[in-house]
């Protein structure tokens, strides 16, 4: 097998775009594929500060690499949700903050444990909530507070074609219109949030895995213990074996939807009705300032996680 575009030994075979590479080409494709991922959905422009969250993994640690390779202004933040099974979080947190010193990207770390004396699996067993929806939550509140901590324009994942597609898989699987109204690698700036993307929406989980090895990307092998991976995996699986048969359909898949997604996002009237009777206006939390749209004007990350203050601020009303 020889490299389509130099002849010498080519590393991977893509079967999807007909061509095999060798790893010199292999990188500059996949950098490639990102930046006309962020060019065809208009993720940043080149002027934009862009806020990586990574988690230790191959995806973020792969797109941290591919942005400051292609010249992104980048930095990073790493939320340490305090998981000690397999010194899950210990492990990934080293790795990534070894990879961002060796990047020279700025990490910010928010940690669980230490800025509440308990980790994610604690929390959750005190609650009676199951870790990932508490960890939702959570992520996604301290996503917001780092974009602002780092004055970032723009949060970008690492979720690849791979998860995508699953998603939109099971979403259509389940005809679940809210969610397929949701799916687009890009979530625009709203309410004083800031603008989400998911950069690596033009390739597959092995192609990233590939990526990172040949770059010398040193990640967690293993995934959270509570990890939804399980959840889409029958997805991926089926996926996998379409591709197989049928190379490119992942892709097509997922991006004739977002090309289509407009038709998920049109109202029935009743839906419209219901929203306006929901929406109330968004006002900073009472608390920690950020914006939320609770009517007694505290956020759902504060008042899980800051109940001293919570019971302080009812009592003085
Ligand atoms: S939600 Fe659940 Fe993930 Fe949080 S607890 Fe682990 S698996 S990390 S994507
Ligand atoms: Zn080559
Ligand atoms: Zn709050």
Redesign the pocket.
């Known amino acids: 097998m020889k490299c389509r575009i130099c002849g010498k030994p080519a590393v991977i075979k893509l079967r999807a775009h007909n061509i095999a590479l060798c790893p010199e080409h292999f990188v500059e494709f996949v950098q490639k594929q990102t930046a006309k991922a962020i060019k065809h959905y208009k993720m940043f422009e080149k002027e934009d500060h862009i806020a990586v969250a990574v ?1 230790g993994g191959k995806d973020s640690l792969a797109l941290l690499d591919i942005l400051t390779e292609l010249g992104y202004k980048v930095s990073a933040f790493y939320i340490d ?1 305090g ?1 000690k099974h397999m010194d899950y979080s210990k492990t990934s947190k080293e790795k990534a903050q070894a990879f961002c010193e060796k990047k020279g990207v700025k990490c910010l770390v928010y940690s669980l444990p230490e800025m509440f004396g308990m980790g ?1 699996d604690e929390a959750a067993r005190k609650s009676r909530r199951t ?2 929806s ?3 939550m959570t ?1 996604r509140y301290l996503m917001n507070v780092a974009a602002r901590d780092l004055e970032a324009d723009v949060i970008a994942t690492g979720h690849n074609l791979d998860d995508q597609a699953a998603a939109l898989f099971a979403n259509l699987m389940r005809w679940d219109v809210s969610y397929l109204a949701k799916g687009y690698p890009v979530l625009p700036a709203e309410h004083g949030f800031p603008k989400k993307v998911k950069p690596l929406v033009f390739l597959t989980e092995r192609e990233i895995a590939a990526y990172a090895i040949v770059r010398g990307i040193d990640y967690v092998r293993y ?7 399980a959840r889409f995996l029958v997805y991926k699986e089926h996926l996998n074996a379409i591709e197989n048969m049928s190379p490119g359909t992942k892709r097509r898949f997922y991006q004739g939807y977002t090309e289509n997604i407009w038709r998920f996002q049109i109202e029935s009237p009743d839906q419209c009705e219901k929203k306006d009777e929901e929406e109330s206006p968004m006002k900073p939390c009472k608390i920690c300032g950020m914006p939320t749209a609770a009517e007694d004007g505290i956020c759902s990350f504060c008042r899980f996680w800051r109940p001293d203050e919570v019971k302080k601020i009812k009592g003085q009303e």
Not at 223 to 229: F, L, Q, T, V
């Open positions: 988690s949700l998981i994610i870790p990932c508490l960890c939702g992520k995934e959270c213990p509570h990890s939804e991976g």
